[in-house]
Antibody, heavy 118, light 110 residues
Framework: EVQLVQSGAEVKKPGESLKISCKGSGYSFTSYWIGWVRQMPGKGLEWMGIIYPGDSDTRYSPSFQGQVTISADKSISTAYLQWSSLKASDTAMYYC???????????WGQGTLVTVSS | QSALTQPASVSGSPGQSITISCTGTSSDVGGYNYVSWYQQHPGKAPKLMIYDVSNRPSGVSNRFSGSKSGNTASLTISGLQAEDEADYYCSSYTSSSTLLFGGGTKLTVL
């Protein structure tokens, strides 16, 4: 069974750094892309970017390029989404999702709620 | 890259059929047969309902179907049931080798 298990909710202050994780199991982690999707409170889904753990090829949405860093550690089947300096506007639910055909998500993690508040 | 265009809301009565549209451009929806649809219930993660425009994953009811014409993809739900009430999102592969989501459609079962 394919599973993506994300790290727990985070509460941070503006300017702090953060790295959240997504651990894949039940499939060959290095053979599928893993992407990240933002959902701000009461809003829709926004595609942030994606990584291929097999060779670390990474692509970003123009809206998120330079704002976040996506990485992966294939030795522990885990992908990461990282911020160097959080803003209040980063408050959202973040989902990881396995990329199926042409990167489109087929399996989703349960989501990680990130709250940024002073 | 702008989000794909979906109606904000649709509604229907139990047993009826509804269709949700998803309009893009020739650089995304119109250029590839790589459109997916997702269902999201409140407080839950999205769930894949349709992939490659018209294919259903195992376990998804055959009441859900997808199609595409030009730059517009569509999701049709037949025999509406109360459990279908949710938000629905389309997504498409793009010519930039990235993805776009639609703005989402809230389905209300009357």
């Amino acid at each position: 069974e394919v599973q993506l298990v994300q790290s727990g909710a985070e509460v941070k202050k503006p300017g702090e750094s953060l790295k959240i994780s997504c651990k894949g199991s039940g499939y060959s982690f290095t053979s599928y892309w893993i992407g990240w999707v933002r959902q701000m409170p009461g809003k829709g889904l926004e595609w942030m970017g994606i990584i291929y753990p097999g060779d670390s090829d990474t692509r970003y949405s123009p809206s998120f390029q330079g704002q976040v860093t996506i990485s992966a550690d294939k030795s522990i089947s885990t992908a990461y989404l990282q911020w160097s300096s959080l803003k209040a506007s980063d408050t959202a639910m973040y989902y990881c999702a396995r990329g199926g055909r042409e990167l489109l998500p087929d399996y989703w993690g349960q989501g990680t709620l990130v709250t940024v508040s002073s | 890259q702008s989000a794909l265009t979906q109606p904000a809301s649709v509604s229907g009565s139990p047993g009826q059929s509804i269709t949700i549209s998803c309009t893009g451009t020739s650089s995304d929806v119109g250029g590839y047969n790589y459109v997916s649809w997702y269902q999201q219930h409140p407080g839950k993660a999205p769930k894949l309902m349709i992939y490659d425009v018209s294919n259903r994953p195992s376990g998804v009811s055959n009441r859900f179907s997808g199609s595409k014409s030009g730059n517009t993809a569509s999701l049709t739900i037949s025999g509406l049931q109360a459990e279908d009430e949710a938000d629905y999102y389309c997504s498409s592969y793009t010519s930039s080798s990235t993805l776009l989501f639609g703005g989402g459609t809230k389905l209300t079962v009357l």
